[in-house]
C-alpha cells in the first residue's frame, strides 16, 4: 500500500492512499504514525475499508515530506558500482556512511534554494524508512523492520563538500534533501529485484540505475548501522546514487537557476524540483 503525509484545509494528516484520494489516519505525518506500537494494525483496519473519515479528494491535498520529523537522517555515499567507478574509487568493503538532519529534508515539489553554492549537483536515490527499533540487527531481522520506500534526491553542494575531506558541510543544507511523494510498505516493493532510479534535468535523461546493482541492499544497510547506532520508527536511510552525476561528467556540470530536476522511482512516484541559485543565475 501507499501512504502519505498531505495538508489539506490548513491541517496536516497522514494518510492512506485509495482510489480518488487519500484516507485519514489518526497521525498528523507519518512520522508520528509510525512512532505508534499498533501502526501496522491500524493500516490493516485503514485498508479494510471499515474505518476513518472521509476520504480527502486528490485535487484538494498537497503532498508532504511523508516523514518530517525523523530522528537520524542517513546515507551511503557510494553504493552502486558505476557511480563508483566514475568517482574514481575502488568497490567498498563496507558502506561509506554520512548523516543529514531532519531540517535537510523538504518536499516532494519544494523549490531549491541554495544560494550559497556554485557547483550544485544531484543525486536521485531510493531511501529506505525504518518501522521497528534495530540494535544490532542481522540482514533478516532488518528486512523485517523496513516500513517502506520512497523517493529522494541528495543533493549536493560540491563545493563545499571540497573544502575538506568530511562531506558534511556540502550535503546537509537546510530544504535542500526532497523526499516523497509516497512511502509505498515494504511487502508491497523488492528493490533487490530491481527497482529503476531515473533523474532528469530539464527533460534530459542525466542519471538511471536499478536497485538490483546496489552494493550493499537496504536490509545490508541498516543492520550494518544498527551495530553502532539504533535506529527507531521514522529514521530514514538513503541508499546512494547511480551513475550520472554532474560531478563526475567531463567537463563537469552542475545545476543552474531556473532548473528542473525530476527524480522518479515507477511504482513509488516522482519529485519535481526548481532550482533557484541567485549566485550563479548570470553564469
Not at 492512499?17 to 487519500?22: H, S
Not at 536515490?125 to 540487527?137: F, I
Not at 554532474?246 to 556540470?253: A, K, T
Request: glycine content about 8%; some cysteine; overall charge negative.
Amino acid at each position: 500500500m501507499k501512504l502519505a503525509t498531505v495538508r489539506h484545509g490548513g491541517r496536516t494528516t497522514a494518510a492512506l492512499v485509495v482510489a480518488g484520494g487519500y484516507q485519514p489516519l489518526p497521525a498528523r505525518n507519518l512520522s508520528e504514525l509510525l512512532a505508534l506500537p499498533g501502526w501496522k494494525a491500524i493500516l490493516k483496519e485503514a485498508s479494510s475499508g471499515h474505518c476513518g473519515p472521509d476520504v480527502l479528494p486528490a485535487s484538494e491535498v498537497e503532498l508532504l515530506n511523508p516523514v518530517p520529523s525523523p530522528a537520524k537522517v542517513i546515507c551511503c555515499g557510494l553504493n552502486y558500482s558505476e557511480h563508483i567507478l566514475e568517482m574514481g574509487r575502488e568497490l567498498p568493503s563496507f558502506p561509506t556512511l554520512f548523516a543529514k538532519f531532519a531540517d535537510t529534508l523538504t518536499d516532494p515539489d519544494a523549490p531549491i534554494v541554495a544560494d550559497e553554492s556554485v557547483d550544485l549537483d544531484w543525486e536521485a536515490e531510493l531511501a529506505v524508512v525504518v518501522g521497528s527499533t534495530l540494535k544490532d540487527a542481522s540482514e533478516d531481522e532488518a528486512a523485517a523492520a523496513i516500513a517502506g520506500y520512497t523517493v529522494a534526491n541528495d543533493i549536493s553542494m560540491r563545493d563545499w563538500q571540497r573544502r575538506t575531506l568530511q562531506w558534511f558541510q556540502g550535503k546537509a543544507f537546510d530544504r535542500t534533501t526532497p523526499l516523497g511523494p509516497v512511502l509505498v510498505t515494504a511487502d508491497a516493493l523488492d528493490p533487490e529485484a530491481g527497482l529503476e532510479v531515473i533523474c532528469t534535468l530539464n527533460g534530459e535523461e542525466v542519471q538511471r540505475g536499478n536497485t538490483k546493482t546496489l552494493v550493499f541492499s537496504a536490509a545490508k544497510l541498516l543492520s550494518y548501522i544498527s551495530t553502532f547506532t539504533v535506529l527507531r520508527p521514522g529514521d530514514v536511510v538513503l541508499t546512494g546514487t547511480p551513475g550520472g552525476v554532474g560531478m563526475g561528467m567531463v567537463p563537469p556540470r552542475f545545476l543552474k537557476d531556473g532548473d528542473e530536476l525530476v527524480t522518479e522511482i515507477p511504482g513509488i512516484g516522482t519529485l519535481s524540483n526548481r532550482i533557484s541559485l541567485r549566485i550563479n543565475a548570470s553564469l
